[in-house]
């Protein structure tokens, strides 16, 4: 970058050929010409195809879970804003991408998306082929758990999870999947998310079901082989899930940094979109066209 007195009565601004000429404070800088991520064709670079495919996907995503951005996404000194922290760190994740007449259509997929980012202590989840689904939080026996007490429920993850109080919030986030049409030479499949909040309260009144906040998402509790009790979701033989550990304090939210499950039924039909073909047609779909040479 070069910075000078201008030679003009007033600074020039814009660009011309190779350069970029900028106004600060009366004096004129110079500086290699920035090519944006709307470059068409031969001035799209690959990292630009990259972002071309992925920014609007991720939109799409935050749009739809915006109103718990600010719980699922902790403040830190990198980034005040929760829906700049999801962006981040989901571009540089390696996501499914779909074409631009999904896109277009209000469409988009989450495959392993990074739904929360914070520091309480992560939540284990397992999900299997065979349709269970089952986080690391543990109950004590296998009753109903729609039909307990909140307060019964709430006393017994307390007692029995170190990590969580009376307050603290269990978010259970459920995506199902299915096919969309397109041009692709491969299926593109594309996501519908569900989220649900249950809030601890030892004093609480009423059943866990009627103080569910969000999606009805029914619970469930599952036995692992070692035959202990956790929380756990019916019928996700078909749905990718996530738990998120959410606090409130002092007027902040604090997250478990948790992605969504990838091993479930269906996922081998998906794989289809990590083909080579299958990438270069969704970039072609945004204006990217490779060199021959």
């Known amino acids: 970058m070069a910075q000078t007195q201008s030679i003009y009565n007033n600074p020039l ?17 110079v500086t290699t010409r920035f090519r944006t991520t709307s470059a068409k064709g031969d001035g799209a670079s690959r ?66 998306l990074q739904i929360s980012c914070g520091t309480l202590p992560i939540i284990q989840c397992k999900q299997t082929l065979d349709g269970g689904w089952y986080t690391s939080i543990a109950l004590q026996n296998s009753t109903n758990v729609e039909s307990m007490a909140i307060s019964d429920f709430s006393r017994i993850v307390i007692e029995k999870n170190p990590d969580f109080r009376d307050g603290d919030f269990i978010v259970i986030v459920k995506v199902a999947y299915e096919e969309a049409s397109s041009g692709a030479p491969y299926t593109a499949w594309t996501s519908t998310p569900q989220i649900c909040a249950i809030q601890l309260n030892t004093k609480g009144t009423g059943t866990v079901a009627v103080n569910k906040k969000g999606a009805n998402i029914q619970l469930s509790v599952n036995t692992p082989s070692s035959g202990s009790y956790r929380l756990g979701a019916y019928r996700s033989w078909d749905h990718s899930y996530a738990c998120v550990h959410v606090r409130k304090e002092r007027g902040a939210y604090l997250a478990s940094s948790q992605t ?34």
């Open 47 to 112: 990292a630009q195809r990259d972002t071309r495919m992925l920014m609007p996907n991720l939109t799409l995503i935050g749009s739809q879970i915006t109103e718990w951005l600010p719980a699922f996404w902790e403040n830190n000194k990198f980034f005040k804003r929760p829906y700049t922290h999801f962006i981040s760190h989901n571009m540089k994740r390696d996501l499914l991408v779909l074409p631009k007449e999904l896109i277009d259509s209000k469409q988009c997929i989450w495959s392993e």
């Open 260 to 293: 969504m499950s990838w091993n479930f039924y269906g996922i081998d039909d998906m794989e289809d979109m990590r083909k080579q073909d299958y990438l270069d047609y969704c970039a072609a779909s945004w204006g990217y066209k490779d060199k021959i040479l």
């Open 13 to 29: 601004s814009g660009n011309l050929g190779n350069q970029t000429y900028k106004n600060y404070g009366g004096k004129q800088v």
